[in-house]
Protein backbone atom coordinates (compact mmCIF):
# COMPACT_ATOMS: atom_id res chain seq x y z
CA UNK A 1 0.00 0.00 0.00
CA UNK A 2 1.37 3.44 -1.13
CA UNK A 3 1.80 5.58 1.95
CA UNK A 4 -0.28 9.63 1.69
CA UNK A 5 1.66 11.92 2.76
CA UNK A 6 -1.17 14.09 4.14
CA UNK A 7 -1.78 11.30 6.76
CA UNK A 8 2.21 11.14 7.51
CA UNK A 9 2.74 14.62 8.09
CA UNK A 10 -0.56 15.37 10.06
CA UNK A 11 0.36 12.58 12.45
CA UNK A 12 3.70 13.61 12.52
CA UNK A 13 2.66 17.20 13.18
CA UNK A 14 0.82 15.75 16.54
CA UNK A 15 3.31 13.36 17.62
CA UNK A 16 5.93 16.20 18.05
CA UNK A 17 3.53 18.25 19.71
CA UNK A 18 2.41 15.34 21.96
CA UNK A 19 5.76 15.35 23.27
CA UNK A 20 5.65 18.45 24.87
CA UNK A 21 2.26 17.69 26.53
CA UNK A 22 4.28 14.82 28.23
CA UNK A 23 6.92 16.34 29.12
CA UNK A 24 4.81 19.63 30.53
CA UNK A 25 3.38 16.48 33.02
CA UNK A 26 6.34 15.09 33.77
CA UNK A 27 8.57 18.12 34.64
CA UNK A 28 7.00 21.55 34.42
CA UNK A 29 7.19 22.91 38.42
CA UNK A 30 2.95 23.28 38.58
CA UNK A 31 1.78 20.36 36.90
CA UNK A 32 1.73 17.76 39.79
CA UNK A 33 -0.71 20.92 41.86
CA UNK A 34 -2.64 22.89 39.38
CA UNK A 35 -4.52 22.31 36.57
CA UNK A 36 -3.73 24.31 32.97
CA UNK A 37 -7.13 24.28 32.09
CA UNK A 38 -8.22 25.99 35.06
CA UNK A 39 -8.68 29.72 34.50
CA UNK A 40 -8.67 30.61 38.20
CA UNK A 41 -4.75 29.57 37.93
CA UNK A 42 -3.71 29.21 34.95
CA UNK A 43 -1.86 31.66 32.24
CA UNK A 44 -2.61 32.08 28.79
CA UNK A 45 0.85 30.61 27.92
CA UNK A 46 0.64 27.46 29.99
CA UNK A 47 -3.26 27.06 28.65
CA UNK A 48 -2.28 26.73 25.09
CA UNK A 49 0.71 24.72 26.16
CA UNK A 50 -1.87 22.13 27.04
CA UNK A 51 -4.72 23.36 24.77
CA UNK A 52 -2.53 22.92 21.51
CA UNK A 53 -1.76 19.48 22.84
CA UNK A 54 -5.64 18.54 22.34
CA UNK A 55 -5.38 18.08 18.95
CA UNK A 56 -3.15 14.57 19.40
CA UNK A 57 -5.29 11.98 20.38
CA UNK A 58 -7.95 12.55 18.63
CA UNK A 59 -6.02 13.02 15.28
CA UNK A 60 -4.24 9.90 16.32
CA UNK A 61 -7.62 7.87 16.80
CA UNK A 62 -9.03 8.88 13.72
CA UNK A 63 -5.72 8.13 11.39
CA UNK A 64 -5.68 4.78 13.15
CA UNK A 65 -9.13 4.06 11.64
CA UNK A 66 -8.86 5.30 7.89
CA UNK A 67 -5.55 3.58 8.64
CA UNK A 68 -7.25 0.52 9.32
CA UNK A 69 -9.64 1.19 5.98
CA UNK A 70 -6.81 1.49 3.97
CA UNK A 71 -4.96 -1.77 5.08
CA UNK A 72 -8.18 -3.53 4.80
CA UNK A 73 -7.93 -2.68 0.92
CA UNK A 74 -4.66 -3.31 0.56
CA UNK A 75 -5.66 -7.18 2.31
CA UNK A 76 -8.55 -7.30 0.24
CA UNK A 77 -9.46 -10.43 2.36
CA UNK A 78 -12.25 -9.79 5.19
CA UNK A 79 -11.48 -12.50 7.51
CA UNK A 80 -7.71 -11.74 7.07
CA UNK A 81 -8.46 -7.68 7.92
CA UNK A 82 -10.81 -8.96 11.00
CA UNK A 83 -8.04 -10.83 12.51
CA UNK A 84 -5.48 -8.43 11.76
CA UNK A 85 -7.79 -5.75 13.94
CA UNK A 86 -8.73 -8.30 16.48
CA UNK A 87 -5.37 -9.23 17.60
CA UNK A 88 -3.63 -5.91 16.71
CA UNK A 89 -6.44 -4.39 19.29
CA UNK A 90 -5.36 -7.19 21.51
CA UNK A 91 -1.70 -6.16 21.32
CA UNK A 92 -2.28 -2.71 21.92
CA UNK A 93 -3.93 -2.98 25.08
CA UNK A 94 -1.57 -5.51 26.43
CA UNK A 95 1.25 -3.50 25.38
CA UNK A 96 -0.34 -0.66 27.10
CA UNK A 97 -0.51 -2.09 30.71
CA UNK A 98 3.01 -3.51 30.52
CA UNK A 99 5.46 -1.27 28.73
CA UNK A 100 3.65 2.04 28.29
CA UNK A 101 2.42 1.86 31.60
CA UNK A 102 6.04 0.47 33.15
CA UNK A 103 7.44 3.74 30.58
CA UNK A 104 4.68 6.16 31.83
CA UNK A 105 4.94 5.10 35.70
CA UNK A 106 8.12 3.88 36.39
CA UNK A 107 6.37 1.98 38.94
CA UNK A 108 8.24 -1.61 39.60
CA UNK A 109 4.73 -2.23 41.39
CA UNK A 110 2.58 -1.14 38.85
CA UNK A 111 0.72 0.84 41.48
CA UNK A 112 -1.45 2.78 38.62
CA UNK A 113 -3.01 0.47 35.82
CA UNK A 114 -3.75 3.47 33.39
CA UNK A 115 -6.13 2.42 30.27
CA UNK A 116 -5.12 5.77 28.06
CA UNK A 117 -4.88 6.46 24.25
CA UNK A 118 -3.33 3.30 23.13
CA UNK A 119 -5.78 1.04 25.21
CA UNK A 120 -8.55 3.03 24.06
CA UNK A 121 -7.37 2.49 20.21
CA UNK A 122 -6.73 -1.19 20.76
CA UNK A 123 -10.47 -1.42 22.07
CA UNK A 124 -12.01 0.30 18.96
CA UNK A 125 -9.78 -2.12 16.77
CA UNK A 126 -11.35 -4.87 18.65
CA UNK A 127 -14.69 -3.03 18.22
CA UNK A 128 -14.44 -2.76 14.02
CA UNK A 129 -13.06 -6.42 13.76
CA UNK A 130 -16.87 -7.40 14.94
CA UNK A 131 -18.60 -4.47 12.84
CA UNK A 132 -16.55 -5.28 9.50
CA UNK A 133 -19.67 -7.90 8.38
CA UNK A 134 -21.24 -4.26 7.92
CA UNK A 135 -20.28 -1.56 5.27
CA UNK A 136 -17.98 1.25 5.78
CA UNK A 137 -20.98 3.67 5.44
CA UNK A 138 -22.99 1.71 7.84
CA UNK A 139 -19.87 1.62 10.57
CA UNK A 140 -19.33 5.50 9.97
CA UNK A 141 -22.79 6.15 11.06
CA UNK A 142 -22.04 4.28 14.28
CA UNK A 143 -19.16 6.25 14.69
CA UNK A 144 -20.88 9.51 14.23
CA UNK A 145 -23.60 8.63 16.08
CA UNK A 146 -21.62 7.95 19.54
CA UNK A 147 -19.43 10.85 18.85
CA UNK A 148 -22.86 13.28 18.33
CA UNK A 149 -25.26 11.44 21.24
CA UNK A 150 -22.68 9.98 24.33
CA UNK A 151 -23.16 13.38 26.02
CA UNK A 152 -26.80 13.05 26.24
CA UNK A 153 -26.49 10.01 28.44
CA UNK A 154 -25.84 12.77 31.41
CA UNK A 155 -29.44 13.80 30.73
CA UNK A 156 -30.84 10.52 31.56
CA UNK A 157 -31.38 9.99 35.26
CA UNK A 158 -29.74 6.31 36.51
CA UNK A 159 -29.45 5.77 40.18
CA UNK A 160 -25.85 6.18 41.47
CA UNK A 161 -26.56 2.48 42.77
CA UNK A 162 -28.01 1.04 39.24
CA UNK A 163 -26.36 -1.59 37.21
CA UNK A 164 -26.87 -0.34 34.50
CA UNK A 165 -24.61 2.92 35.11
CA UNK A 166 -22.15 0.27 37.18
CA UNK A 167 -21.44 -1.12 34.43
CA UNK A 168 -21.69 1.71 31.53
CA UNK A 169 -19.99 3.87 33.52
CA UNK A 170 -16.59 2.94 32.86
CA UNK A 171 -17.20 2.91 29.24
CA UNK A 172 -18.35 6.07 28.84
CA UNK A 173 -16.69 8.04 30.84
CA UNK A 174 -13.60 8.26 33.61
CA UNK A 175 -13.60 6.05 36.08
CA UNK A 176 -11.20 4.51 39.37
CA UNK A 177 -11.54 1.44 40.72
CA UNK A 178 -9.21 -0.60 43.03
CA UNK A 179 -8.49 -3.68 41.72
CA UNK A 180 -5.64 -5.31 44.51
CA UNK A 181 -4.03 -3.61 47.66
CA UNK A 182 -2.05 -1.15 46.02
CA UNK A 183 -3.19 -1.03 42.57
CA UNK A 184 -5.36 0.82 41.20
CA UNK A 185 -7.14 0.53 37.63
CA UNK A 186 -7.94 4.25 36.04
CA UNK A 187 -9.79 4.65 32.96
CA UNK A 188 -8.35 7.70 31.52
CA UNK A 189 -9.74 7.15 27.96
CA UNK A 190 -13.70 6.00 28.06
CA UNK A 191 -13.39 3.45 24.85
CA UNK A 192 -16.71 3.71 23.50
CA UNK A 193 -16.65 7.38 22.71
CA UNK A 194 -13.44 7.29 21.83
CA UNK A 195 -14.20 4.44 19.43
CA UNK A 196 -16.44 6.24 17.80
CA UNK A 197 -13.59 8.79 16.51
CA UNK A 198 -12.07 5.70 15.16
CA UNK A 199 -14.99 4.43 13.40
CA UNK A 200 -15.43 7.76 11.90
CA UNK A 201 -11.96 7.76 10.94
CA UNK A 202 -12.50 4.10 9.33
CA UNK A 203 -15.45 4.83 6.82
CA UNK A 204 -13.82 8.37 5.98
CA UNK A 205 -10.63 6.48 5.36
CA UNK A 206 -12.60 6.13 1.82
CA UNK A 207 -11.41 9.79 0.88
CA UNK A 208 -7.99 8.84 0.87
CA UNK A 209 -8.42 6.62 -1.88
CA UNK A 210 -9.61 10.03 -4.17
CA UNK A 211 -7.30 11.91 -6.08
CA UNK A 212 -5.16 14.57 -4.34
CA UNK A 213 -6.77 18.14 -5.78
CA UNK A 214 -10.62 15.84 -4.72
CA UNK A 215 -9.73 14.98 -1.27
CA UNK A 216 -7.95 18.16 -0.74
CA UNK A 217 -11.43 19.91 -1.46
CA UNK A 218 -12.78 17.40 0.71
CA UNK A 219 -11.24 17.82 3.64
CA UNK A 220 -11.98 21.70 3.25
CA UNK A 221 -15.37 21.17 3.55
CA UNK A 222 -15.04 18.66 6.27
CA UNK A 223 -13.11 21.38 8.34
CA UNK A 224 -15.08 24.13 7.87
CA UNK A 225 -18.20 21.90 8.46
CA UNK A 226 -17.05 20.72 11.96
CA UNK A 227 -15.39 24.38 12.89
CA UNK A 228 -18.60 25.90 11.98
CA UNK A 229 -20.79 23.28 14.21
CA UNK A 230 -18.16 24.02 17.00
CA UNK A 231 -19.09 27.85 17.00
CA UNK A 232 -22.80 27.47 16.98
CA UNK A 233 -22.80 24.85 19.41
CA UNK A 234 -20.81 26.16 21.71
CA UNK A 235 -22.72 30.02 21.48
CA UNK A 236 -26.27 28.46 22.25
CA UNK A 237 -24.33 26.79 25.22
CA UNK A 238 -27.18 24.18 25.70
CA UNK A 239 -25.59 21.08 24.31
CA UNK A 240 -22.22 19.41 23.49
CA UNK A 241 -19.71 19.98 26.16
CA UNK A 242 -20.86 19.38 29.95
CA UNK A 243 -18.39 22.38 31.03
CA UNK A 244 -20.30 25.91 29.32
CA UNK A 245 -18.21 28.96 28.62
CA UNK A 246 -18.58 32.14 30.68
CA UNK A 247 -17.80 35.73 30.26
CA UNK A 248 -14.29 35.58 32.39
CA UNK A 249 -12.34 39.16 33.85
CA UNK A 250 -11.62 40.10 30.09
CA UNK A 251 -12.27 39.20 26.41
CA UNK A 252 -8.94 36.87 26.12
CA UNK A 253 -10.25 34.69 29.49
CA UNK A 254 -13.47 34.50 28.09
CA UNK A 255 -12.04 33.38 24.87
CA UNK A 256 -10.29 31.01 27.03
CA UNK A 257 -13.26 29.83 28.31
CA UNK A 258 -15.29 29.26 24.89
CA UNK A 259 -12.23 26.82 23.62
CA UNK A 260 -12.03 24.92 26.77
CA UNK A 261 -13.65 21.98 26.45
CA UNK A 262 -14.10 18.49 28.02
CA UNK A 263 -11.25 15.85 26.64
CA UNK A 264 -12.36 13.22 29.39
CA UNK A 265 -14.14 11.71 27.95
CA UNK A 266 -13.97 13.69 24.31
CA UNK A 267 -17.30 15.66 23.98
CA UNK A 268 -18.86 16.46 20.95
CA UNK A 269 -17.69 19.83 21.12
CA UNK A 270 -13.86 18.37 21.83
CA UNK A 271 -14.26 16.23 18.83
CA UNK A 272 -15.26 19.08 16.32
CA UNK A 273 -13.06 21.34 17.15
CA UNK A 274 -10.08 19.07 16.92
CA UNK A 275 -10.84 17.31 14.16
CA UNK A 276 -12.14 19.88 12.03
CA UNK A 277 -8.27 21.68 12.83
CA UNK A 278 -7.07 17.79 11.81
CA UNK A 279 -9.11 18.10 8.77
CA UNK A 280 -7.61 21.39 8.05
CA UNK A 281 -4.22 20.43 8.28
CA UNK A 282 -5.14 17.61 5.85
CA UNK A 283 -5.87 20.16 3.46
CA UNK A 284 -2.79 22.25 4.04
CA UNK A 285 -0.31 19.22 3.78
CA UNK A 286 -1.78 17.37 0.92
CA UNK A 287 0.52 18.06 -1.95
CA UNK A 288 3.06 20.40 0.02
CA UNK A 289 6.58 19.66 -0.29
CA UNK A 290 9.36 21.30 1.42
CA UNK A 291 12.15 20.20 4.12
CA UNK A 292 10.05 20.74 7.24
CA UNK A 293 7.17 18.40 5.63
CA UNK A 294 10.08 15.64 5.42
CA UNK A 295 10.55 15.95 8.63
CA UNK A 296 7.28 15.62 10.15
CA UNK A 297 6.64 12.68 7.91
CA UNK A 298 9.66 10.94 9.52
CA UNK A 299 7.73 11.27 12.83
CA UNK A 300 4.42 10.12 11.16
CA UNK A 301 5.43 6.93 9.52
CA UNK A 302 6.88 5.24 12.84
CA UNK A 303 4.14 6.63 15.00
CA UNK A 304 3.64 3.40 17.90
CA UNK A 305 7.63 3.12 17.61
CA UNK A 306 7.51 6.98 18.47
CA UNK A 307 5.05 6.61 21.51
CA UNK A 308 6.47 3.63 22.82
CA UNK A 309 9.89 4.91 23.26
CA UNK A 310 9.44 8.21 24.10
CA UNK A 311 8.93 7.59 27.49
CA UNK A 312 12.04 6.01 28.20
CA UNK A 313 13.88 9.15 27.40
CA UNK A 314 11.94 11.47 29.12
CA UNK A 315 11.40 9.84 32.37
CA UNK A 316 15.03 9.49 32.79
CA UNK A 317 15.28 12.87 32.23
CA UNK A 318 12.96 13.90 34.89
CA UNK A 319 15.18 11.93 37.31
CA UNK A 320 17.97 14.01 36.07
CA UNK A 321 16.71 17.24 36.94
CA UNK A 322 15.09 15.72 40.03
CA UNK A 323 19.01 14.62 41.44
CA UNK A 324 20.24 17.87 40.13
CA UNK A 325 17.51 19.85 41.88
CA UNK A 326 19.25 18.16 45.21
CA UNK A 327 16.62 15.31 46.06
CA UNK A 328 17.43 11.39 46.04
CA UNK A 329 16.17 8.04 45.39
CA UNK A 330 14.62 8.34 48.91
CA UNK A 331 12.47 11.31 48.08
CA UNK A 332 10.63 9.35 45.05
CA UNK A 333 6.98 9.26 45.38
CA UNK A 334 5.54 6.93 42.35
CA UNK A 335 2.03 6.30 41.01
CA UNK A 336 0.53 9.95 39.72
CA UNK A 337 3.92 11.81 40.74
CA UNK A 338 5.39 9.88 38.24
CA UNK A 339 8.06 9.37 40.67
CA UNK A 340 9.08 12.80 41.26
CA UNK A 341 9.16 13.88 45.05
CA UNK A 342 6.80 16.36 46.51
CA UNK A 343 7.94 19.87 46.51
CA UNK A 344 8.97 22.14 44.12
CA UNK A 345 10.82 20.08 42.10
CA UNK A 346 10.54 20.11 38.03
CA UNK A 347 11.12 23.53 36.11
CA UNK A 348 9.89 26.29 34.53
CA UNK A 349 7.59 26.45 31.46
CA UNK A 350 10.35 28.30 28.87
CA UNK A 351 12.70 24.97 30.20
CA UNK A 352 9.86 22.81 29.07
CA UNK A 353 10.10 24.22 25.83
CA UNK A 354 13.95 23.81 25.46
CA UNK A 355 13.54 20.16 26.43
CA UNK A 356 10.83 19.51 24.38
CA UNK A 357 12.58 20.67 21.10
CA UNK A 358 16.10 18.38 22.34
CA UNK A 359 14.08 15.16 22.41
CA UNK A 360 12.02 15.89 19.14
CA UNK A 361 15.25 16.40 17.99
CA UNK A 362 16.96 13.49 19.09
CA UNK A 363 14.43 11.12 18.23
CA UNK A 364 14.45 12.50 14.54
CA UNK A 365 17.30 10.12 14.05
CA UNK A 366 16.19 7.11 15.62
CA UNK A 367 12.73 7.41 14.13
CA UNK A 368 13.93 7.55 10.88
CA UNK A 369 16.00 4.22 10.93
CA UNK A 370 13.17 2.77 12.35
CA UNK A 371 11.65 3.80 9.43
CA UNK A 372 13.91 2.60 6.87
CA UNK A 373 14.49 -0.75 8.77
CA UNK A 374 10.86 -1.60 8.72
CA UNK A 375 10.36 -0.38 5.18
CA UNK A 376 13.01 -2.74 4.16
CA UNK A 377 12.06 -6.10 5.96
CA UNK A 378 8.53 -5.94 5.37
CA UNK A 379 8.99 -10.01 5.35
CA UNK A 380 9.05 -9.42 9.29
CA UNK A 381 5.07 -9.30 9.70
CA UNK A 382 5.84 -8.27 13.65
CA UNK A 383 6.99 -5.11 12.38
CA UNK A 384 3.68 -4.36 11.23
CA UNK A 385 2.70 -4.39 15.09
CA UNK A 386 5.18 -1.81 15.83
Not at 44 to 66: D, E, M, N, Q, Y
Request: hydrophobic letters at 55%; glycine letters at 6%.
Amino acid sequence: MKRLQSIDITRGLVMVIMVLDHIRDMMHVTSLTLNPTDLATTTPVLFFTRWITHLCAPTFVFLSGASAYLSMRALNNLSASRWFLLTRGLWLIVLEFTVINFGLWFDIHFGVALFSVIAAIGFGFILLSALMRFSPAAIGIIGVAIIVLHNALAFIPFADDSIIKIIMSPFFGPAAYPIAPGTMFIMGYSPIPWSGILLAGFSLGRLFELQGIERKKIFLKIGAVCIALFVVLRFINLYGDPAPWSVQKNIFFTFFSFINVTKYPPSLLFTSVTLGTMFLLLYFFEGMKNKLIDILSVYGKVPLFYFVTHWYVIHPIMFAIVFLQGYTSADFVFGFNFGRPKGESGVELWAIYLIWISVVALFYPLCKWYGAYKFQHKEKRWLRYL
